[in-house]
């Protein structure tokens, strides 16, 4: 039934895919049963056949009883289905030992990404230290846990089966970070910090070969129209084995390294 969405690639996206089938059914089924007893009232109580109107009305309660169903169906997928999938998104947040996280700050048009590093402690960041070019995130570099933090730009690379715990926020407009496979959906505020959290279950390279396309990206949308240049405000989200994550981010610490000694020299 629900082979027309997205690829799905975290652990909560099949509940979550399931909620979204039922809420269907059962729009389905109110769609196709208004409109049938539209047309039967519209035949049963036409003019032809009652010339003069009839003030008692309908006395059958068949309709009490049919809304009554409807009310008890909505509820079960609002108490029952939606409210436990929601509570679960923030109200049991991942320990951040257990996780992988992540800072996003978003900006028109691109996603900074912000790793804490080995030391798992995000470095000391200030507006004053922004610059758009060498520095979008305002890092400074000078704070002792900024040493080893890894920054990118619109590439986002996560471990699978563990909890990527995400902390969003925005340097300028509203903007939604949406990461279909992931079925995450989050608007970015300026000003406020937004925490999302999911288990990422398939790596890119098994994708590709589910899908037998060797080109197949996930990626970061910007699902808020924020500004002329929205529509290229796309990133991409890479996932690895943990070791291939392991073997990436000790990449990004020796790049770190040959940067600073570099910075000695000139
Ligand atoms: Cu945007």
Known sequence: MTSWLPQLASEHGAALDQALGLVHVLMAVL???????????????????HPAADYRGI??????????????????????????LWADRVERLPPPAESTRVRV???????????????????????????TQSNPLGLDREDPAAKDDVTTINQLHLPVDRP??????????IHSFALQE?????????????????????????????????????????AQLCGLGHYRMRGFVTLHRPEAFQAWMDEQQAQLGEASEESIWN
């Open 59 to 84: 006395t059958s309660h068949a309709s009490t009883w049919v809304e009554g169903a409807v009310a008890v169906a909505e509820a079960f997928l609002l108490v029952g289905l939606s409210m436990p």
């Open 182 to 222: 992931m079925r995450v959906k989050q608007d970015v505020i300026p000003g406020i910090s937004v925490e999302v959290w999911f288990v990422p279950k398939v790596t890119t390279d098994e994708m590709r070969a589910r899908l037998g396309n060797p080109d197949y990206n996930y990626e970061i949308s910007c």
């Open 164 to 173: 990527a715990r995400l902390t969003l926020t925005s340097k300028d407009v």
């Open 31 to 49: 769609f196709v049963g208004w409109g049938a007893f539209f047309a039967y009232v519209l035949l049963r109580f036409r003019r032809r056949r």
């Open 105 to 131: 700050v978003a900006e028109q048009f691109a996603w900074n990404v912000h790793y804490p590093g080995p030391d798992g402690v995000f470095g000391r960041t200030d507006v004053k230290l922004i610059d």
